[in-house]
């Protein structure tokens, strides 16, 4: 069974940083795209960041210079290196691998709060 497991998210004041990691099994992942997404209150779920097989990479206009995606596929894990975190990166975090059309995963969901 194919299983993401998010690790990483917790409680940080403004300007600290943190790093999602998101541990996929259950299969081969090196031709499947990596993600993030999130969704806060009110709002949308959005694209955060994403990774193709081939290292390509895309981010959010609100994240750009400040997150990092990456990948391991060696560990079939995927991280996103969050630094200088604002308020407004307060959502919920998911994980996502996809190959489409026939394969779409994601993690149940990390939180993420940025407060003082």
């Known amino acids: 069974q194919v299983q993401l497991v998010e690790s990483g998210g917790g409680l940080v004041q403004p300007g600290e940083s943190l790093r999602l990691s998101c541990a996929a099994s259950?299969?081969?992942?090196?031709?499947?795209?990596m993600g993030w997404y999130r969704q806060a209150p009110g709002s949308q779920r959005e694209l955060v960041a994403s990774i193709t097989p081939g290292g390509n990479t895309n981010y959010a206009d609100s994240v750009k210079g400040r997150f990092t995606i990456s990948r391991d596929n060696a560990k079939s894990t995927q991280y996103l290196q969050m630094n200088s975190l604002k308020p407004g990166d307060t959502a919920i975090y998911y994980c996502n691998i996809r190959k489409r059309p026939w394969f779409d995963y994601w993690g149940r969901g990390t939180q993420v709060t940025v407060s003082s």
């Open positions: 259950g299969s081969n992942f090196n031709g499947y795209t």
